[in-house]
């Protein structure tokens, strides 16, 4: 099965500057590759996902990278803020043959620390 | 507006008393799933459902089952809870899009077991 590790397990960073959390993944077979925000007590919420497709995707303050070659995944944030303030997981889902309904396989999370 | 619901929030129960978690869902979504998170962890793939097709995790405990009586409720039952079964529960959601959709997920269920 998947395989998924995340790395830093904790991130301090000053306001205002960025912040990279990377992912590897172990199954070459995986096609989706999300990014889950969680905050404390709350539910996960996706706040930026790459297909296999893609090499990079952006999304405002928030930007993914995937290399297939090398089977990892990177999230960026720039002009980091308080409220990016949670813990981060990355996560892959292996591609099926049968409609993609297999579940996530989530790395072990990021808590991010944003000191103002 | 909601979207995955989950009841109840938070669930206490006996050590090896049965308890029911619920889920519902108002996205006609495919896929149902569900995930342990226990404290500081990540979430953990128990099982899921396919339209009515049950997908079991190969390492999720017996003492987990599941039931979908129909597209929208999806139910967790564990028949035998234990004191390392004290976690957060989560129900999450996927159209099934050929693995390329977001799952959605619920508020969760704070299970305590004493």
């Known amino acids: 099965g998947e395989n998924v590790e995340q790395h830093p397990s904790t991130l301090s960073v000053q306001e205002g500057d960025s912040a990279v959390i990377k992912c590897t993944y172990s199954?070459?077979?995986?096609?989706?590759f999300p990014w889950y925000k969680q905050e404390l007590g709350k539910r996960p919420q996706l706040i930026i996902d790459?297909?296999?497709?893609?090499g990079e995707k952006k999304d405002q303050r928030i930007a993914v990278t995937l290399n297939k070659t090398a089977k990892h995944f990177s999230l960026h944030i720039t002009e980091t803020q308080p409220e990016d303030s949670a813990v981060y997981f990355c996560?892959?889902?292996?591609?099926?043959?049968?409609?993609?309904?297999?579940?996530?396989?989530f790395g072990k999370g990021t808590h991010l620390i944003i000191q103002p | 507006d909601a979207m995955v619901i989950q009841n109840p929030r938070y669930q206490v129960t006996q050590f090896g008393k049965p308890v029911t978690l619920s889920c519902s869902q108002t996205?006609?979504?495919?896929?149902m799933y569900w995930y342990q998170q226990k404290s500081s962890q990540a979430p953990k793939l128990l099982f899921h459902?396919?339209?009515?097709?049950?997908?079991n995790e190969a390492d999720t405990p017996d003492n987990f089952q599941s039931r979908r009586p129909n597209t929208s409720f999806c139910f967790l039952d564990i028949r035998s809870p234990g004191l390392g079964d004290a976690a957060m529960y989560l129900c999450?959601?996927?159209?099934?899009?050929?693995?390329?959709?977001?799952?959605?997920f619920g508020q969760g269920t704070r299970l305590t077991v004493v």
């Open positions: 999450a959601t996927s159209a099934a899009a050929g693995g390329l959709t977001e799952a959605f």
């Open positions: 199954d070459s077979a995986s096609n989706y």
């Open positions: 790459i297909r296999s497709n893609v």
């Open positions: 996560a892959a889902r292996p591609r099926q043959g049968g409609g993609g309904a297999d579940g996530l396989t």
């Open positions: 996205l006609n979504h495919n896929v």
């Open positions: 459902y396919y339209d009515k097709d049950f997908n």
